[in-house]
């Protein structure tokens, strides 16, 4: 019912910024839980930002550094990454869920294919 494609990510080197986008189709972002995930290789998948009617949420570790943002009209997600670090570097997904926003994985039933984000030291 609700398709997520991710867009954005590259390579950067730290202390960079990189703009992520989630276009999402099937349904209104307006009224959905919407969120950011991050998997580096050998790690488990982690929270990293979400946006919802309820406010927003992020993991301590981008506090201050990532904004996560919507655009209603656009029906699209944004994750605004700044002053990068090499420990920023995975694979980042967009995800949603029927439902107020979530720091939980198991929360959200709706994800995309992922974009690769590389911070060079």
Not at 5 to 26: D, F, I, N, P, T
Request: contains cysteine; aromatic residues 10%.
């Amino acid at each position: 019912q609700v398709q997520l494609v991710e867009s954005g990510g590259g390579l950067v080197q730290a202390g960079g910024s990189l703009r992520l986008s989630c276009a999402a189709s099937g349904r209104s972002i307006s009224n959905l839980g919407m969120a950011w995930f991050r998997q580096a290789p050998g790690k488990e998948r982690e929270f990293v930002a979400a946006i919802s009617w309820t406010g927003t949420s992020y993991t301590d570790s981008v506090k201050g550094r990532f904004f996560i943002s919507r655009d209603n009209a656009k029906n699209t997600v944004h994750l605004q990454m700044n002053s990068l670090k090499p420990e920023d570097t995975a694979l980042y997904y967009c995800a949603a869920r029927f439902g107020r926003h979530s720091t939980r994985r198991n929360e959200y039933a709706y994800w995309g294919q992922g974009t690769q984000v590389t911070v060079s030291s």
